[in-house]
């Protein structure tokens, strides 16, 4: 047993390392190609186009093809009008293929009454319907329903099942199953398609009617003319009735007749799936040495697919040895695919549609913390717990924040800290009732959802009833498509009319918008002007405070050497009044002989760092002047100043990234929470005309400058002594 369980692990390390280090020796390239009649150069729609590597596409309303191909592969070319054809790809350049005839399709094609035209415009909407599947519900059901309008009343009954199946595959990726399987069972009796059968037959199947499922897909194994990619999807439906019914030995009868036909054809993504679900069939059925077996071959397979698909085995294998209860092995792989999940650097919002909702770093954490947890490791699984939820927060994942937190909590009761057991499940509380929230506005949003999907299929249902019932009107709809192209030229000159009069309205909108623009930035101007104008007042009346001090103890020397110094800094400033932006460098040489005379005050409260860093060059960045002058002081007057025993300063520039840098301001004082408490009632009604101007200038500044400059203020400490105030200042660009 412990043999097996070291082979899983050798080769789930073995897939990653092929994974993240292989190099394809076929690069694959998308070549074009085109289908049509050998004897009526009519295109042909509809025709199966696979690959000896398992890629599958159908052809388009215009006979056009799109396939990722490697040099030296066989494409197959599969329809019910002609005989199967096969062609070798030899270079990159597009091809076109003709087949020959044995049926009545293609003239009926030729005959039919939609135009090229028409058919270009029908698959074009058809397109854009997969488009928007996704995304935008509402908008790609619009588009299959222009897709219906456009084949008219007569239109091809095979188009119109494309139309319907097309629909039905949204509502199904929508989890909308019951319209999915309407609109699938009507594209069947319209036209009955191998694709369309196995999509109801899927959707049968996840809605747990198995016997309908069956019965749709017991017909389709006597067929002959099935494509291969096909008929490994048949078998694996087939597998996953059996699978749901507990009949585990059909179940993995029927996909191991899939693997067979998956690896004849080298279906290279379909054999990992089929090996994983056997082994989900083994490990149901508590054959666990074989789901074991499997599950080695659906990781090893996957390896040589993208590294996602890595991912999701191995979490599948993680999954398996948690309910076996073999937790280091489980943790181990877990925390391996913690380490392969941040090498594939994929975007938050693209995780879990790449991933699924499982495989996040969160919910990873969770499982690790979960492991331990079960073996009593409450220590290690703390740091776990407290990751997963800081990454659930980042990511708004409330459910996971919700059980770590929980989690969190209980091993904190079981440790006897019953301060954070408490403090923690407040925070537990608080993130179910935010849930809470969150669910009542989901089912509002899904109550909206419903009544547009029904009110969207309820324009569809009247589309094919007035199909119906429009066949008799066709001839009359040929003669008013002839008026509409004789009064062509008219509406042309309309429409270039309305075309020039929205570019008249888009240019008078160009001005007025620049007109605006530039209104606001004179008013911008105007505002820095002023408060810039009340930031020297405030700033030479604080420092003429310091100066009193020492008239008031009769140290003329000291007030002499302070009014020295005060003259140079106030002439600085007074040279830098005028200006938005100066050097850093600059800055920094005001702000050292600040803190110098501040500390010449306080020389027993304080002493001072600062520290810039060796590799940044300061002269490339701007600042606004004056901009860390009132932070300094209110660390030395609010914060430092009440400190029993001597506190420290410190000063800190220090490089981001090669375009920004930060500035951090640190102190040791009492902290904000204290500070305010010792401030006078008539202190507390009155804010810092300081800070609100600094405040106010950064605002404007960055509307003029993009985002320039951002603050964040900070308590040093967790008991809240210290304040820590850091600067992000950009390069100008």
Request: no cysteine; charged share 30%.
């Amino acid at each position: 047993m412990r043999s097996s369980i070291l082979y899983i692990i050798l080769l789930l390390l073995l897939a990653g390392s092929k994974v993240f280090g292989q190099n394809s020796t076929n690069s694959k390239f998308v070549l074009k190609g085109l289908v049509e009649s050998q004897s009526t150069h009519t295109p042909v729609s509809g025709v199966s186009v696979s690959t000896s590597s398992g890629q599958f596409t159908l052809t388009n309303g215009l006979g056009e093809f799109k396939i990722s191909v490697s040099i030296g592969e066989d494409l197959v070319l599969e329809h019910t009008s002609f005989e199967t054809v096969r062609h070798k790809v030899t270079s990159k350049d597009e091809i076109k293929l003709q087949v020959v005839d044995e049926t009545k399709n293609n003239r009926q094609l030729s005959n039919s009454s939609i135009s090229r035209n028409k058919m270009f415009n029908y698959q074009s909407l058809l397109d854009s319907a997969e488009y928007y599947r996704k995304d935008n519900i509402a908008r790609s059901i619009d588009f299959v329903a222009q897709s219906m309008e456009v084949l008219g009343p007569n239109g091809n009954k095979d188009q119109l099942a494309k139309s319907l199946t097309k629909l039905g595959e949204i509502y199904l990726y929508h989890k909308q199953y019951d319209l999915a399987i309407d609109n699938f069972e009507d594209a069947l009796q319209a036209n009955k398609t191998i694709a369309t059968s196995l999509l109801l037959a899927r959707t049968y199947e996840i809605t747990g009617q198995l016997k309908k499922a069956e019965e749709v897909l017991v017909p389709l194994q006597k067929l002959q003319n099935m494509v291969p990619f096909q008929r490994v999807e048949l078998y694996e439906i087939l597998g996953d009735i059996k699978k749901e019914m507990n009949e585990i030995k059909l179940a993995v009868d029927y996909y191991n007749e899939g693997l067979k036909v998956a690896t004849k054809n080298q279906i290279a993504p379909k054999m990992t799936d089929l090996n994983s679900k056997i082994a989900d069939a083994y490990a149901q059925d508590n054959q666990l040495r074989e789901a074991e077996v499997y599950y080695g071959n659906s990781v090893e397979l996957a390896g040589k697919l993208e590294p996602k698909r890595v991912l999701q085995e191995r979490e599948k294998v993680a999954d398996f040895y948690n309910k076996r209860n073999e937790y280091t092995e489980e943790i181990a792989i877990r925390k391996n695919s913690l380490k392969e999940l941040d090498k594939l650097n994929i975007p938050n919002e693209d995780k879990a549609s790449g991933l699924g909702d499982t495989i996040t770093t969160q919910r990873i954490n969770y499982k690790i913390a979960n492991a331990y947890i079960a073996q009593d490791k409450y220590e290690e699984a703390i740091p776990y717990l407290q990751r997963s939820i800081i990454q659930a927060d980042s990511n708004n994942d409330l459910v996971v924040q919700k059980d770590a937190t929980r989690k969190l909590s209980e091993v904190y009761e079981y440790k006897g800290d019953y301060n954070r057991a408490l403090e923690t499940y407040q925070d537990y509380v608080s993130l179910v009732d935010t849930l809470y929230i969150r669910k009542e506005q989901e089912i509002s949003r899904a109550a909206r959802f419903n009544r547009e999907i029904a009110a969207t299929q309820s324009r569809i249902t009247g589309l094919e009833q007035e199909r119906e019932l429009s066949q008799s009107k066709y001839e009359l709809a040929l003669t008013e498509q002839e008026l509409a192209e004789e009064s062509y030229k008219r509406q042309r000159w309309i429409i270039y009319s309305l075309i020039f009069g929205l570019l008249l309205t888009g240019l008078a909108a160009f001005f007025f918008y620049r007109s605006n623009q530039q209104q606001k930035l004179a008013n911008n101007l105007l505002a820095l002007k002023s408060l810039r104008s009340q930031m020297n007042p405030h700033f030479i009346f604080n420092a003429l405070n310091s100066v009193n001090n020492y008239i008031s103890k009769s140290d003329e020397r000291s007030a002499n050497r302070y009014l020295s110094d005060f003259s140079k800094l106030m002439r600085s400033v007074l040279e830098n009044s005028e200006e938005d932006f100066i050097p850093l460098s600059k800055e920094l040489e005001l702000l050292e002989l600040y803190i110098k005379l501040e500390h010449s005050r306080f020389p027993d409260k304080f002493d001072y760092r600062m520290q810039v860093d060796e590799n940044l060059d300061v002269s490339t960045f701007q600042i606004p002047p004056m901009l860390l002058q009132p932070y300094i002081e209110n660390a030395i007057w609010h914060g430092l100043r009440y400190k029993e025993e001597k506190g420290f300063l410190e000063v800190r520039v220090r490089a981001k990234n090669e375009n920004e840098l930060e500035i951090l301001v640190v102190d040791d004082g009492i902290g904000r929470k204290k500070s305010a408490e010792l401030k006078t009632v008539n202190q507390r009604k009155q804010k810092s005309k300081g800070m609100g101007n600094i405040k106010q200038r950064i605002a404007i500044l960055n509307d003029m400058y993009g985002d320039k400059v951002s603050v964040s203020i900070s308590n040093l400490k967790s008991n809240g002594e210290g304040t820590q105030v850091l600067f992000t200042l950009k390069k100008d660009k």
